[in-house]
């Protein structure tokens, strides 16, 4: 066999080859950017869910703050969650459009926001109806309806995040088991191409074999788990090129998704943890508390006059005041401790493995020591005030919900109580908040 026609069945050959690398790249390439799509989509189902849930909260603790203060500046945070929870219905609607399964989940919760939207109506026409007197209205809220609405709506909304997370997990599953098909891929071509090496090793060693060697050297780093070092790959070569440009979507892909995943559990202005697994995290704080002595607490927060403070200064402002609290908490709570950010002004800590209600007092000192301090904005010193409301675990209460609940209880009473900025809940609240 002469040389020329072993070049040309190699030039042939390699001619064949590149042609179909070249589509199967396109095909891998175009099925891996669809299977990322559907990712995508679940997180921002599972995302908007959490708003969803987030809006109806906050339209009712406009709802009780206005009963509890008759001040009609709660009823911004109301109408406002109203709004926002049908927005992000709407929305929801339309992402699940092709499942029915979702669809129906849908039209339930749609039925228990309209019970539940209309009880929270009704209370606050009551109150305006009768010029402040809120009997009537906490008549209607002591029958428990809209909790059992509101207990509907998060069991319904449990459901359809699992039935997301079952859908993302299977769809993680199929970009797993694409990329395996990917690099097999990949491997299949270095064995193809060395045995083509090996025949023309006299007329190709410079050209095919060093470069061979090469991206076998950079697999076996990364199924080592070294960094691969993508910028060492020739450009003009096919094999390297296909695995830089699967490399770099897999790091992209990883990165999107490590931000999604962030961003779903975080608050983007402060940077502290969102409401998404508050319930979850303090629920297991309190089950792990391993000695009878040992105790946690929970602190819900809110800034005194932030509503003024924003109009008067700008929106721009208030977030800045927002950010100062959230540093200047993170600076006077414990490393262990964790911090969330629950709505417009409210915060929420959970401080975690205590002895004594002394240790949980003296971190509200220190809480409150921490906003001595005034922060220029704009050139004007702004004081930055607080009420805190304190329950503890297993003294008040050995669930997330009635732990969170009582904070909240006791942080109006710090609210209306002009002696002191922090109050640690007792039962006792509980009347004189139904009876507010």
Not at 25 to 37: A, M, N, P, R, Y
Not at 212 to 240: C, R
Not at 241 to 270: C, V, W
Request: net charge neutral; with cysteine; aromatic share 10%.
């Amino acid at each position: 066999m002469s040389i020329r026609f072993k070049l040309m069945l190699l030039i042939s050959l390699l001619f064949v080859a590149g042609i179909g690398n070249a589509v199967f790249t396109f095909q891998l390439e175009s099925h891996q950017k669809e299977k990322v799509q559907w990712i995508l989509h679940t997180h921002q189902v599972i995302n908007n869910t959490e708003k969803l849930l987030s809006s109806i909260k906050d339209a009712e603790t406009g709802q009780r703050g206005f009963l509890l203060t008759k001040t009609n500046a709660y009823l911004k945070p109301y109408y406002t969650g109203v709004l926002d929870a049908k927005k992000y219905f709407k929305v929801l609607k339309a992402l699940t459009a092709d499942n029915q399964i979702q669809q129906r989940r849908l039209d339930l919760i749609k039925r228990s926001m309209e019970f539940k939207f209309t009880e929270l109506a009704v209370t606050i026409e009551l109150v305006q109806k009768n010029n402040g007197d809120d009997s009537e209205a906490l008549a209607l809220v002591m029958q428990n309806k809209g909790k059992k609405h509101m207990d509907d709506i998060r069991s319904l909304l449990s459901d359809f995040n699992h039935t997301e997370a079952v859908l993302l997990e299977q769809r993680n599953s199929h970009f797993r088991e694409h990329s395996a098909q990917i690099t097999t891929f990949i491997i299949v071509e270095i064995i193809f191409f060395l045995l083509l090496a090996f025949i023309t090793i006299l007329f190709l060693n410079r050209n095919l074999f060093t470069p061979l060697e090469f991206l076998v050297s950079n697999i076996h780093k990364m199924e080592s788990g070294k960094k691969l070092d993508i910028k060492a790959v020739t450009a003009n070569d096919e094999m390297g090129y296909l695995l830089s440009i699967f490399f770099n979507m897999h790091k992209k892909i990883y990165e999107r998704t490590k931000l999604l995943t962030y961003k779903a559990h975080h608050d983007e202005l402060t940077g502290l943890k969102n409401r998404t697994n508050m319930y979850d995290e303090i629920q297991n704080s309190i089950n792990n508390l391993k000695e009878l002595d040992s105790k946690c607490a929970v602190f819900f927060l809110d800034l005194n006059k932030f509503k003024q403070l924003n109009d008067t200064l700008g929106h721009d402002a208030g977030d800045l005041i927002l950010i100062e609290t959230a540093t200047r908490l993170k600076s006077s709570v414990r490393g262990d401790d964790t911090l969330f950010r629950v709505g417009g002004d409210e915060f929420v800590i959970l401080i975690k493995d205590v002895k004594a209600v002394s240790d949980i007092q003296n971190i509200a000192v220190n809480i409150l020591n921490a906003f001595a301090p005034v922060i220029m904005i704009q050139g004007q010193a702004i004081e930055i005030s607080l009420s805190i409301g304190i329950a503890i675990s297993p003294d008040d209460t050995k669930s997330s919900e009635e732990i969170i609940k009582f904070s909240d209880v006791a942080m109006y009473e710090a609210k209306r109580d002009k002696d002191t900025n922090y109050k640690f809940f007792d039962r006792g609240m509980l009347k004189r908040f139904s009876d507010t």
